[in-house]
């Protein structure tokens, strides 16, 4: 069986979602429970995991002010935002600390 | 300066999008140009890339019937779907030979 765990920061403007996992199968999409966040915040996410599964996280986030794909080597990229100050390409500096 | 070449495959339930890249930078989603798809299809995305490029396309892509990720040693996995007949978690069998 598959366990993921997620792991939540609190920040200003948005909501550091991070989550380890040991191994993950498709089939456990149908079933995985993200945590819960406040929309009127944007979401960061980082973990080490399949590109499927990042995927299946942006589209349960879209309802939040912005998405961010945290990469080690860069930064948390925006890929996708509802809001004017945010914008796709523009990057967040994290403080690796948090991560 | 960073290009992306994508290429379409027009089977009967979907578009299948394949990209090839040398490098990519954040800033370039900002001017990317994803082919335009018949949203009454689904979409499977195939390619060598960062998290990150494949996170905006799942977002840029988000009208369409459903959205697949294809893994090599999985197939196509469906990470979001707007239509009853196909389910996130699922796979959908990819011919090795249209990759």
Redesign the interface.
């Known amino acids: 069986m598959s366990e993921i765990r997620f792991s939540t920061i609190e920040r200003d403007e948005y909501t550091l979602i991070r989550f380890e996992l040991d191994t993950i199968k498709?089939?456990?999409?149908?079933t995985l429970k993200p945590p819960k966040v406040n929309n009127a915040k944007g979401v960061v996410l980082s973990g080490r995991g399949?590109?499927?599964l990042?995927?299946?996280l942006?589209?349960h986030y879209?309802p939040t002010r912005f998405?961010a794909?945290y990469?080690p080597r860069?930064g948390a990229?925006?890929?996708?935002s509802h809001w004017p100050s945010y914008?796709?390409?523009?990057?967040i500096k994290i403080n690796e600390e948090e991560i």
Chains 1, 2 share one sequence.
């Open positions: 498709p089939e456990n999409l149908k399949p590109t499927w990042y995927c299946y942006v589209h879209h998405i794909i990469d860069i990229i925006i890929v996708e914008s796709v390409g523009d990057i």
